[in-house]
């Protein structure tokens, strides 16, 4: 199959890519190269650096006709979007709009896109949540993430593509960047590891659905061979919170820091954790790297590039 992915030199995207590649198949990224890192390009795919906004996309995705795109590439930094919501929904939304377009314009079969299940539910009422909880975003990032399901079922209808959406948990992992667009796995993992106190937002007790980027990458493979116009779910089903996660870290690395509180960041989610008992019903899709093996295996990656960086 020839497969587009977007944001193919990010975190989670290249080894989506890598993945592609490893099971045979034909794979091309578009990534504008802001946040994505060329250390991170799969010399076997075709890449274009181009931003999804650009009109550009749409003479790349007729010339290369692929099969299926994967679409990966957004702003991901949920409270820049608080800041600049403006900002945020030119590459959330105008971006997939115009994704979404090229691909009706091009003969794309099939769409996999990297929804959240955390920013587009909001503050939960269930827990865990499954795809029918209500969609209530707390942040313009989560209203962005909602609005590209919207379009892409839209567009759908109207040019007769068959998608997928995936509304990841809090993914980490190796490659994770810890600037700017982080989660906090990462941010802790560079603070420790450079000598740095990492600071914990109010009591630390707010809890997060943390799912390994491997296992998200075997969601994305199922996806995109099974799931007529599908919604699922990709996460744990287990709560951890803030606190677990520093004391984890702080051991893995040895670095023994204390565990410092800061003020609580208004509108930051209490709670999130998401039920996998649907992709796990239909595709066969359940988490297989449990908590403290993916931190101790983020550990290493951080310290085997801060010893290359040095």
Same mark, same amino acid.
């Given at each position: 199959?020839?497969?587009?992915?977007?944001?193919?030199?990010?975190?989670?995207?290249?080894?989506?890519?890598?993945?592609?590649?490893?099971?045979?198949?034909?794979?091309?990224?578009?990534?504008?190269?802001?946040?994505?890192?060329?250390?991170?390009?799969?010399?076997?795919? %075709?890449?274009?650096?181009?931003?999804?906004?650009?009109?550009?996309?749409?003479?790349?995705?007729?010339?290369?006709?692929?099969?299926?795109?994967?679409?990966?590439?957004?702003?991901?930094? =949920?409270?820049?979007?608080?800041?600049?919501?403006?900002?945020?929904?030119?590459?959330?939304?105008?971006?997939?709009?115009?994704?979404?377009?090229?691909?009706?314009?091009?003969? =794309?079969?099939?769409?996999?896109?990297?929804?959240?299940?955390?920013?587009?539910?909001?503050?939960?009422?269930?827990?865990?949540?499954?795809?029918?909880?209500?969609?209530?975003?707390?942040?313009?990032?989560?209203?962005?993430?909602?609005?590209g399901e919207r379009y892409i079922h839209y567009f759908a209808q109207s040019s007769g593509t068959s998608y997928a959406l995936l509304r990841y948990a809090n993914v980490y992992g190796p490659r994770q960047?810890? %600037?700017?667009?982080?989660?906090?796995?990462?941010?802790?993992?560079?603070?420790?590891?450079?000598?740095?106190?990492?600071?914990?937002?109010?009591?630390?007790?707010?809890?997060?659905?943390?799912?390994?980027?491997?296992?998200?990458?075997?969601?994305?493979?199922?996806?995109?061979?099974?799931?007529?116009?599908?919604?699922?779910?990709?996460?744990?089903?287990?709560?951890?919170?803030?606190?677990?996660?520093?004391?984890?870290?702080?051991?893995?690395?040895?670095?023994?820091?204390?565990?410092?509180? =800061?003020?609580?960041?208004?509108?930051?989610?209490?709670?999130?954790?998401?039920?996998?008992?649907?992709?796990?019903?239909?595709?066969?899709?359940?988490?297989?790297?449990?908590?403290?093996?993916?931190?101790?295996?983020?550990?290493?990656?951080?310290?085997?590039?801060?010893?290359?960086?040095?």
């Amino acid at each position: 199959m020839k497969i587009l992915v977007t944001g193919g030199a990010g975190f989670i995207g290249s080894h989506i890519v890598d993945a592609l590649i490893d099971n045979g198949h034909e794979v091309a990224i578009v990534d504008n190269m802001i946040t994505g890192q060329e250390e991170n390009i799969n010399a076997a795919a %075709h890449f274009f650096e181009l931003d999804i906004r650009s009109d550009e996309l749409m003479s790349v995705l007729k010339q290369e006709r692929f099969d299926a795109v994967l679409h990966q590439a957004a702003q991901m930094d =949920v409270r820049k979007s608080v800041e600049d919501p403006r900002f945020d929904a030119d590459t959330n939304i105008m971006g997939t709009i115009n994704l979404l377009r090229a691909c009706a314009g091009s003969g =794309v079969k099939r769409i996999l896109f990297a929804s959240s299940g955390g920013a587009s539910y909001g503050e939960q009422i269930e827990f865990p949540a499954t795809e029918n909880h209500r969609q209530w975003p707390d942040s313009p990032y989560g209203i962005a993430k909602l609005a590209g399901e919207r379009y892409i079922h839209y567009f759908a209808q109207s040019s007769g593509t068959s998608y997928a959406l995936l509304r990841y948990a809090n993914v980490y992992g190796p490659r994770q960047n810890p %600037h700017g667009e982080a989660g906090v796995v990462a941010i802790f993992c560079k603070l420790l590891l450079s000598g740095q106190q990492p600071v914990i937002n109010g009591d630390g007790k707010q809890t997060r659905d943390f799912v390994h980027v491997n296992d998200v990458v075997r969601a994305n493979l199922l996806a995109l061979e099974h799931g007529e116009n599908a919604i699922y779910n990709v996460g744990t089903g287990i709560e951890t919170d803030i606190n677990k996660i520093f004391r984890e870290l702080n051991n893995g690395t040895g670095m023994n820091k204390p565990e410092k509180h =800061v003020p609580a960041k208004q509108g930051e989610q209490v709670r999130s954790v998401l039920s996998y008992a649907k992709i796990q019903k239909e595709l066969g899709w359940e988490p297989q790297i449990d908590l403290r093996s993916g931190l101790l295996e983020t550990i290493k990656f951080f310290m085997e590039k801060q010893s290359v960086q040095v």
